[in-house]
C-alpha cells in the first residue's frame, strides 16, 4: 500500500473543550474508512507527548465507533482553565489546532495534495 505522512488536519477534524484545568478535543477523520488507522497512530501516549510542554499529566482517548470519531480528555493542560490561568486561551479552544498538527500514516489517496515535505 502507497501510503503518506500528513497532518492530521489534512484527513480529520477536531473541536475542542474544557472544564477546569481539563480540555477535550475530539477528532473525527473527514472518511470512516481511515477510523481504525488513525485509532493505531493517535494514542493516548502521543497526545499526552503533545501536549507534555503544557504540563499534561495525563491523556485517555475515548472510541466512539458508531460516530468514527474520538474523544481525548487531557488532564492539567490548560495552565489552571480559564479562571485560573493568564494565557490567553484559557479555554484551551486552540489546543485542538495542536492536535491537528500531529502527523499521521495514510494511504495517499486519503491525503490528497498534502504531503508533507
Do not use: W
Not at 480529520?12 to 481504525?36: E, T
Not at 497526545?47 to 499529566?57: N, P, S
Not at 480559564?82 to 486519503?110: E, M, W, Y
Amino acid at each position: 500500500m502507497d501510503e503518506i505522512e500528513v497532518p492530521l488536519h489534512a484527513v480529520a477534524h477536531s473541536r475542542a473543550g474544557d472544564k477546569g484545568n481539563r480540555s477535550n478535543l475530539s477528532l473525527i477523520p473527514y472518511d470512516a474508512a481511515l477510523y481504525p488507522i488513525l485509532a493505531e497512530q493517535v494514542t493516548e501516549a502521543r497526545v499526552l507527548a503533545l501536549f507534555a510542554h503544557r504540563g499534561a499529566t495525563r491523556c485517555t482517548r475515548y472510541d466512539l465507533p458508531l460516530l468514527q470519531a474520538f474523544n481525548f480528555v487531557v488532564d492539567d493542560v490548560l495552565e489552571g482553565g480559564v479562571n485560573g490561568s493568564l494565557n490567553l486561551d484559557g479555554h484551551g479552544k486552540t489546543q485542538s489546532f495542536r492536535l491537528l498538527s500531529l502527523t499521521v500514516r495514510v494511504p495517499r489517496a486519503f491525503a490528497q495534495g498534502h504531503a508533507m515535505p
